[in-house]
């Protein structure tokens, strides 16, 4: 199931989704493939080992840890990565920004990042694998997908459905697209699919904080729910 659109408007400019979107592509095209996918993840990325003892293992990092936490956010380990973290992330942050406002979810994006990152750290850590570098925005776009799911439960996801020869569209109610999303990471986290390169524990932290961190950040003042069939 591929998301491609909603039918959900916003009443402002999504102008922090779009700067996430822009950074993302911009650290991908400009740094990232200059230098070499392998070489930016390794000296960008949040290496559990570095995090949890606060010692670099490339000397050459970008930032110290743990601020790698931050940088690995805007990393991508190749095109089809990054073009289906965005793909998300323009569908469903623009309404969730209109929500709760550009600071608001500029702070729950984040943290929600830091929240996935620091799951997965902690899994990687009980499953021995503390060398293995982590990349990539889903941890925190899991948590606007939670926002999402929260906020907009009904509101309608146009899906491109890929079945063999079969190719046909349907429109979901987010609900049911986001939240079967959500119970594939929990399967594969729980039938230990950690070794397949997917930070799926990253994804669950991710979020769970998001459903917790969205009643507690609050809509911005001015925003009405809209309706939408």
């Known amino acids: ?19 996430l979107v822009a950074a993302n592509v911009a650290v991908f095209l400009l740094w990232q493939l200059p230098l070499g ?25 970008v930032v110290a840890p743990p601020f790698t936490i931050l940088t690995s956010m805007f990393l991508h380990g190749g095109f089809g990565h990054i073009v289906s973290n965005l793909l998300f992330l323009w569908i469903f942050g623009n309404n969730v920004e209109d929500a709760l406002g550009r600071l608001r ?23 021995g694998d ?16 939670a926002g999402y799911i929260s906020l907009f439960p009904g509101a309608r996801v146009r899906t491109l459905f890929i079945l063999g020869f079969f190719i046909f569209f349907r429109d979901l109610p987010s609900w049911l697209l986001i939240g079967f999303w959500f ?23 991710g979020f769970v904080t ?12 001015t925003w009405r729910r809209r309706a939408y069939y």
């Open 1 to 19: 199931m591929i998301p491609l659109y909603d039918d959900n408007p916003v009443e402002r400019t999504p102008l922090v989704t779009y700067a």
């Open 37 to 61: 996918l392998e070489q930016s993840v390794l000296r960008g990325g949040a290496i559990p080992y570095e995090i949890l003892t606060l010692q670099d293992v490339w000397p050459r990092d």
């Open 105 to 127: 979810y500029l702070a729950f994006y984040l943290i929600c990042g830091v929240a996935a990152a620091l799951a997965q750290t902690l899994g990687q850590a009980v499953n």
């Open 130 to 145: 503390v060398q293995t570098p982590m990349v990539g925005a889903s941890g925190a776009i899991a948590g606007v997908l």
């Open 183 to 205: 119970a594939q990471q929990i399967l594969a986290v729980v039938f230990g699919s950690g070794h397949s390169g997917v930070a799926f524990l990253a994804h669950v932290g």
């Open 210 to 221: 998001g459903l917790v961190l969205v009643r507690i950040v609050g809509r911005r003042a």
